[in-house]
């Protein structure tokens, strides 16, 4: 069982719905609050959900995280998203991990993220799918194993239903295809990865035979430079099709290496030399 399922494990309608049936996904939509919430954010859902995510640890409202969001979403099934941890000079603590929910969705829990070890700063940009009006919160974990919660608000309806942007016999074509690019070249100490997959959510009705798609999606992805993990993600039905990221990372010369698996047990590798070719 991954980090993800036994994270939601406790929320049965929840749990149902990752079998992808489209069934399940009917109902989970006619649940109160589940909806289009309209304009007034509430924190009834995150109360619900909270437990079954973080247990009974407190959530400190204290700024190490920024979250950076759109008000309004252009297309609710690409929001794109940005994390930012900077912790003080003063502050001898560093950032381990970083969690992402989605109040309002079908499956809340987006990704969880494991940092590499000594991370003080560290951005991390992606883009997900967003249900219903809903709070966006980034949870980051400290070294001393405390938790810190950022959120915003963010209006857009019907991405984890939306139909795939690409056609499945292309997508199947090219699964599993990585891109590379590293950004130092234009001050920035970023890169960024993209693995070609459908990331079905379950939720997608295929147009021809009238039938929901399974879900079928990137599960698990682990970043290397040489020897060193930068990071490592369990994800959900919540990521985007064609699942990219975009990373802070100090260039040394070493490579960088990615190793993805998805719900189907098909495994990608690829390393990219240190200057960024693909």
Same mark, same amino acid.
């Given at each position: ?55 009974? #640890?407190?959530? !400190? ?13 252009? !297309? ?74 950022? #959120? ?19 997508? #199947?074509?090219?699964?599993? #295809? ?101």
């Amino acid at each position: 069982m991954t980090f993800l399922e036994k994270r939601a494990g406790s929320c049965p309608s929840r749990r149902r719905f990752l079998g992808g049936t489209g069934l399940v996904a009917l109902m989970l939509l006619a649940i109160p609050g589940w909806a289009e919430a309209g304009d007034t954010p509430s924190e009834a859902s995150w109360e619900s959900i909270r437990p079954d995510l973080f247990g009974e #640890k407190t959530i !400190d409202a204290e700024p190490v995280l920024r979250l950076s969001a759109p008000v309004r979403a252009e !297309d609710a099934a690409l929001v794109p998203i940005e994390v930012h941890v900077d912790l003080p000079a003063d502050d001898s603590r560093t950032i381990r991990a970083i969690t992402l929910v989605v109040d309002e969705n079908p499956s809340p829990l987006v990704a969880a993220f494991k940092l590499g070890e000594g991370r003080r700063q560290f951005s991390l940009s992606t883009r997900i799918r967003v249900n219903s009006y809903s709070y966006i919160r980034a949870v980051g974990e400290t070294s001393d194993g405390r938790l810190h919660m950022t #959120k915003a608000f963010v209006k857009a309806a019907g991405g984890c239903s939306a139909p795939a942007g690409k056609d499945p016999v292309e997508a #199947k074509a090219n699964l599993g #295809k990585m891109r590379f690019r590293d950004f130092s070249g234009t001050g920035s100490k970023e890169a960024q990865i993209q693995i070609r997959h459908p990331n079905y959510s379950g939720m997608q009705m295929d147009q021809v035979t009238r039938l929901y798609t399974p879900a079928w999606f990137v599960q698990t992805l682990a970043v290397t430079q040489g020897q060193r993990p930068i990071f490592s993600m369990e994800g959900g039905i919540s990521l985007s099709e064609d699942p990219t990221f975009r990373f802070s990372y100090d260039k040394d010369g070493q490579p960088i290496s990615v190793d993805a698996k998805d719900t189907e047990g098909n495994e990608f590798k690829r390393a990219f030399p240190a200057d960024g070719g693909s």
